[in-house]
């Protein structure tokens, strides 16, 4: 479906490969399509708008096209791309990627991509926003600078392994159960000792008392 500017939508239909070669080229996702409809010789200038992919086949089932003025700025989200490896990292912390995609303004031939940015400099505990990375020529982000997080290098955090609690546990009960039988082989070796006492009186001569 081609979206036109204050136009009603036209339907069209394209040749999945042919759509896809043109959205794998240098500008990607962004590339400026030049539509030719039907019966008409104009052609309009439009970008993807959307599209939907079959769920089995991952094939593209349905796009829609807004039709653009190349002298004109337009919104898109473009995909946040980190490159090289963080000093932090190297020395074992944990970097994780926060905000994959940022939204920008800029004119159509000009929307970029991908932004790349650079984290060799981050160190452990390091925090990068939008606001520390250079703005591309030509382009306008729209999203606030020193609120959107880009990346985060934190501190790993140990984890205990799950056995050590167990065997842990299986061991404190060994201990309690160990104590709990030497106090009851206490208890009876202490009854054992008026018991006898008291058969050898029964076993002997009826006692009587001596004046």
Do not use: W
């Not at 020193?146 to 934190?154: F, G, P």
């Not at 984890?159 to 546990?169: A, G, M």
């Amino acid at each position: 479906m081609l979206y036109g500017r204050g136009k009603a939508p036209h339907a069209f239909c394209v040749a999945e490969r042919d759509l896809r070669r043109a959205l794998t080229g240098p500008a990607g996702l962004h590339a400026i399509l030049d539509v030719v409809l039907e019966g008409q010789k104009t052609t309009h200038a439009s970008i993807l708008k959307d599209y939907q992919q079959d769920v089995l086949t991952g094939r593209l089932a349905h796009i829609d096209l807004q039709e653009v003025r190349l002298d004109q700025p337009i919104h898109a989200q473009v995909v946040v791309e980190l490159v090289g490896e963080s000093a932090g990292a190297k020395e074992g912390g944990v970097l994780s990627q926060v905000s994959r995609e940022i939204n920008v303004e800029a004119l159509p031939l000009e929307v970029p991509e991908r932004i790349e940015v650079d984290i060799s400099a981050m160190q452990m505990g390091d925090t990068m926003r939008l606001a520390d990375i250079p703005v591309p020529e030509g382009v306008t982000f729209l999203d606030d600078p020193e609120e959107v997080v880009l990346a985060t290098v934190t501190v790993p955090t140990r984890v205990e392994e799950p056995e050590e609690v167990v065997e842990e546990e299986e061991l404190a009960e060994g201990v309690e159960l160990a104590e709990g039988e030497e106090a009851a082989e206490g208890a009876a070796d202490g009854e054992a000792e008026p018991r006898a006492a008291a058969d050898t009186g029964e076993s002997g001569e009826p006692g009587t008392t001596e004046g």
